[in-house]
């Protein structure tokens, strides 16, 4: 009796093995999958910092937007948190509905009218940006918001990150050198 569940124990340990061997093929496409997914989610993640990186850029040239925002943060330097965290998010509340408006138009196939509304999005964005970055440490005395700002450098720090940056990098060098030989 012990001989044939000896032989059995053996039988199921070589058919688990046969099994994992099998579905190696399957798991490394789904973590191909998965990786392919994750880089398009970054790349698009750098897109949209591009654009508010050029928005921004727009808006620091123009006349009135760098004393405007030298106004607001030296108001909200002497003022307590709460008065600050109402500040950011009455920007910050109309910026992410501007972007689910964005995304609702874009589902629906209006495309330029969710580009417009997107890049409104981004005239919001960049002084709720400057903001926090100006008010950084009150901002972040608010558990939900500390909470969130990790999960982005988190992110931002992550294998998958980093290494489409550095793919980007890379390709953008190979093209530069294929364009100087060319122009």
Avoid: C
């Avoid at 392919?36 to 006349?63: M, N």
């Avoid at 629906?108 to 409104?120: F, I, N, P, Q, R």
């Amino acid at each position: 009796m012990l001989k044939g569940m000896g032989q059995a124990l053996l039988r199921a340990m070589a058919e688990t093995r046969r099994r994992i061997r099998a579905s190696d093929g399957l798991i490394y496409l789904l973590l191909w999958l998965r990786n392919l997914l994750l880089h398009v989610l970054v790349l698009g993640f750098l897109v949209f910092e591009e654009i508010w990186e050029v928005l921004r850029d727009l808006l620091a040239f123009r006349r009135y937007y760098p004393r405007l925002m030298a106004a607001i943060n030296r108001f909200t330097a002497r003022q307590n948190r709460y008065l600050v965290l109402l500040i950011y998010l009455s920007l910050f509340v109309p910026m992410e509905l501007l972007g689910l408006a964005s995304a609702a138009l874009a589902a629906e196939g209006h495309w330029k009218s969710a580009l417009l509304v997107y890049v409104s999005k981004g005239l919001v964005a960049v002084p709720a940006i400057d903001i926090f970055s100006a008010n950084r440490d009150k901002l972040l005395s608010f558990g939900l918001i500390a909470w969130a700002y990790g999960l982005l450098q988190r992110f931002k720090s992550s294998d998958i990150y980093l290494g489409t940056i550095y793919t980007i990098k890379r390709v953008r060098r190979r093209l530069w050198k294929l364009s100087s030989r060319f122009f």
